[in-house]
Each structure stands twice: as structure tokens, then as C-alpha cells.
């Protein structure tokens, strides 16, 4: 790859690798969720409660693949699969590894499914990857699903975690009224100032989407040295709302949300948003590049220097990531690309059986 042609790689600063198989057919509920919280009942959490380790394994190859071949050379992970924690971020580790991603996993403790044992066993699975740090081009994050999931001690659990192995939390941060009405009825003015209030409000954290946080609360949380997260295609298929007030800070990436990793898609998205609310023209493109500068603060300043692509007009012909060729020709040099499609499709059906057999949650 010549240095003339090479550029910077799109680095989807929050995704989730286990939603790789919604694609395939994606059991809908029986009726149009009417909110949120709904949307998640229904259909997220019952694609998280279903997976085991196979489903996972295909699911995170089958991303981790197309996100390649597409140009992103860096993926900020979010985790969840109550049925399937221990160990499950070693499966997502290993296809990120061997088929030549940088990533930033975390497993999202949660209290949703399981009370306080599943949080410590979530938090417990962070802390066991953390220690190992055995591959390259892989790191990990202390997460937690979203604040009005857990509890004020697991809150506080996660930011001692943080303090001991020098982790970053990565978390949803209002995204929809729900976390925010949660911590008012908690007493806290919000989910910003609870996670604060916890200590867990570590410098270099990552809080996903912030669309019902306020202007002050976006510079507060920029003055604390966290990233906040653009996922806007999401944030229209699930309805909550445009993120508006994180135009007051220059820390904020673009994710996918667990949408396809194509950056200009997402991009799209973002200028059809800034458009549509009246903030063209005010620079939001530049989140697409920041995704790297966050990922850069886990693996160092100057660690994403291979990180680079390749493209024939819009098409992406080559990547590299840490200097290793993934992608040549269009062509994924990492993996039998078949095999993965192959693999994907066959894990889907049952991974969607399994998920129409779950009880209600």
C-alpha cells in the first residue's frame, strides 16, 4: 500500500459485536413497541439473553469481517449476553485478533436479569479480561449497561474497579428519558451526576449516545475527561431523540450503535440529523475522526499510525491495521470470508429460535 493512497480508518468509537446477526432476520415483536424501554424488553434483551458461545463467536466474526472490509480499523465494544459472561469477551477477543481488528471491550453489568449477583458477575468478567491483557491489538474497559439498570453499589463497585486496574467505564448515558427519570426518582439531577456522585466518572470514559443531556452537562462531563458517543442511526430507528446538546463539546466520536460499521452511512445519518435539527454547518462531521483519538488514548499516541485504508472512489480495496494487510483488493485476507457468511447464517436460526422460545422478561 503506497503512503500516497493510504488514509485513516473509521474507528466506530461504540458498537455491539452481538447484534452481528440482526441481519439475518431478526425476530420482530408481534406489535410496534411503543417506547423504548419497550423496544429493549422486546427485542434487544431478548437477542442478548439468547446468545451462548457459538452464536457469539459467529456473531462478533461476521461484524468484526464486514466492519473491515468496509474500512474501520478500530471497533469500541459494548457487551452483553446475561446467559454467557464469563469468558465471553476471550470469544469476541479472538475474532478480533485473529482476523486483524483493534478493539476496546468491556462486559455491561447489569442488574436487569439477575440482581446484584449478575452485576458482580459482569464487573467480575471486566476485571478478568483486564488482568490478562494477553493480545496486541485488543484492550479493556470496565462497563455497565446504563445506569437505571444497576444499582448505586454496583455504580460504585464499577468506579473502584476503574481506580484499581486504571480502566475507563464505558456506559449508555441517557439515551432515552428513562435513564434520566430513574435518577431523579433516585434523588440525582441526572444520570451524569449519579455516575459522578458514584466515583465513577473516570477521566477517558466513554458515555454512549447523551441525547437528554443538557449543554452544561456535556461541558461538565468534557471538564471530567470523558468521550461522549454520536450514534445518530440508532437513535432514529429506536425514536429517542437528536443529541443535540453535544454540539458544547469538542469530545465527542461517532458510533454505530450495533448498526453496521460503514462509516459513511453513519455519517449520512449524521448530516440528514444536523440538517433536519438546524446544526449544519457546525462541524459535526469532525466526530467521524475522533473515534481515533479516543481509541488512541487506551493503546498510546501513535499506536494507530498502520491503521490505514485504501479506496478506489467509494470503494474500499485495502486495509491495514497495525501494519498488518487485512484487506486487499476488497478481498479479507484474515479469514475464509465464505465460511464466516456461511457460519453466520447457520447461528442465526438458532440464535432467533432460542430467542422466540424465551419467556417475557
Known amino acids: 500500500m503506497s503512503a500516497a493512497a493510504a488514509q485513516p480508518g473509521f474507528v466506530n468509537a461504540h458498537t455491539h459485536l452481538y447484534s452481528g446477526l440482526a441481519p439475518f432476520g431478526l425476530p420482530q415483536p408481534p406489535s410496534p413497541p411503543p417506547d423504548f424501554p419497550a423496544i429493549l424488553r422486546t427485542l434487544w434483551w431478548r437477542l442478548d439473553r439468547a446468545l451462548d458461545e457459538g452464536t457469539l463467536r459467529a456473531s462478533a466474526r461476521y461484524y468484526v469481517a464486514h466492519a473491515l472490509l468496509s474500512g474501520t480499523t478500530g471497533l469500541v465494544d459494548h457487551h452483553e449476553s446475561p446467559a454467557f459472561i464469563e469468558g465471553s469477551l476471550d470469544v469476541l477477543a479472538d475474532a478480533c485478533d485473529a482476523l486483524g481488528m483493534r478493539a476496546l471491550l468491556c462486559y455491561g453489568a447489569s442488574e436487569r436479569n439477575g440482581g446484584r449477583e449478575e452485576a458482580r458477575r459482569g464487573l467480575a468478567e471486566c476485571r478478568r479480561f483486564l488482568r490478562a491483557r494477553q493480545r496486541a491489538l485488543v484492550r479493556g474497559a470496565v462497563g455497565l449497561h446504563a445506569s437505571f439498570t444497576v444499582s448505586d453499589e454496583t455504580l460504585a463497585e464499577a468506579g473502584a474497579l ?6 475507563i467505564i464505558h456506559i449508555h448515558m441517557a439515551e432515552d428519558r428513562v435513564d434520566v427519570d430513574d435518577a431523579r426518582a433516585r434523588g440525582y439531577a441526572g444520570p451524569l451526576e449519579r455516575l459522578e456522585d458514584a466515583g465513577a466518572l473516570v477521566p477517558g470514559s466513554i458515555l454512549a449516545h447523551g441525547v437528554h443531556l443538557d449543554e452544561v452537562q456535556v461541558r461538565r462531563a468534557s471538564s471530567a475527561g470523558a468521550w461522549l458517543v454520536h450514534n445518530p442511526r440508532s437513535n432514529d430507528n429506536n425514536r429517542v431523540g437528536w443529541a443535540r446538546a453535544l454540539a458544547a463539546s469538542a469530545r465527542v466520536a461517532l458510533g454505530t450503535d450495533g448498526c453496521p460499521s460503514v462509516a459513511g452511512e453513519e455519517l449520512a445519518a449524521l448530516e440528514a440529523g444536523a440538517a433536519r435539527e ?14 481515533r483519538e479516543l481509541l488512541a488514548e487506551s493503546f498510546g499516541q501513535g499506536a494507530l499510525e498502520g491503521d490505514v485504508i485504501t ?24 479469514g475464509d470470508l465464505a465460511a464466516i457468511d456461511a457460519d453466520a447464517r447457520e447461528a442465526a436460526t438458532r440464535l432467533f429460535q432460542r430467542m422466540r422460545e424465551l419467556p417475557p422478561s
Open 311 to 334: 479506496k478506489e472512489g467509494a470503494r474500499v480495496v485495502g486495509v491495514d491495521v497495525g501494519g498488518r494487510p487485512v484487506v486487499r483488493e476488497g478481498r479479507l485476507l484474515t
Open 278 to 291: 438546524g446544526q449544519a454547518g457546525q462541524g459535526l462531521e469532525a466526530r467521524a475522526g475522533r473515534g
Open 162 to 167: 476503574c481506580r484499581e486496574l486504571g480502566a
